[in-house]
């Protein structure tokens, strides 16, 4: 069975502070995605990334970066000079390759950003 | 990537109704499949829709309180039935591009149960 851990439930920042999101998550399986999705208040959930477990490439994608290690199973999410518009419920998902399909989904991290 | 409406975007309803939610994607995908979020809460999977066939529910969820239909690739619907307040939640359709590996969602349609 997949289990996707988010241990931090709510994180406070300040505009402009960088700030980490944490993603731990277990499988047995060898192939298998990652996801990151943003949630807004308005309650739609937003794709931000995907990323498969051969590739372990950090991707950086403007103000958010991704850093993947399979050694410590984590996934973390990076947001530099963190903005208002960045407050949000942050869920992490994993997905293994074949079998159900049927992705499995952290708890979630709500961050917010005061300016 | 897919898009993907969701129709009401809100309701508000009457305890013992039934409301049907709409969930129309723009291209065909492979997999479509029925959350919902409590308030403050993540994600929970209430069934996979099929095409041409009975939805695949998860435990927990019955057939006689969430009908599900897919009639086609590209559109599904998801009935709460005979809702209480504890139905009060988002429900969100979301689907797998043809293209694979990657979940999109929809914008949600928020439940109020009064």
């Known amino acids: 069975a997949q289990k996707v851990t988010q241990a931090q439930t709510e994180i406070s920042v300040v505009e402009k502070e960088d700030v980490t999101l944490d993603c731990v998550y277990e499988?047995?399986?060898?192939?298998?995605?990652l996801f990151w999705y943003k949630q807004p208040p308005s309650g739609e959930l937003v794709f931000l990334i995907r990323r498969n477990s051969f590739d372990e490439q950090n991707e950086i994608s403007g103000r958010y970066s991704w850093n993947f290690q399979k050694s410590t199973s984590s996934f973390n999410f990076t947001i530099t000079a963190s903005q208002v518009v960045d407050s949000a419920v942050y869920f992490c998902a994993l997905r293994i390759s074949g079998g159900s399909y049927i992705p499995t989904f952290g708890r979630g991290t709500s961050l917010i950003v005061h300016p | 990537s897919a898009v993907i409406s969701q129709k009401p975007s809100r309701d508000i309803c009457q305890r013992g109704t039934s409301l049907t939610i709409q969930c129309q994607v723009d291209s065909q995908v492979t997999m479509m499949f029925w959350y919902r979020q409590q308030p403050g809460q993540s994600l929970t999977l209430i069934a996979t829709?099929?095409?041409?066939?009975?939805?695949?529910?998860e435990s927990g969820f019955v057939i006689d309180k969430f009908p599900i239909s897919r009639p086609n690739l590209t559109f599904s619907t998801l009935t709460v039935s005979n809702m209480s307040p504890e139905d009060s939640s988002i429900y969100l359709c979301s689907v797998e591009e043809l293209a694979g590996n990657t979940i999109y969602f929809g914008e949600g349609s928020w439940l109020t149960v009064v």
């Open positions: 829709a099929n095409q041409g066939s009975e939805a695949t529910y």
């Open positions: 499988t047995r399986d060898t192939t298998y995605y």
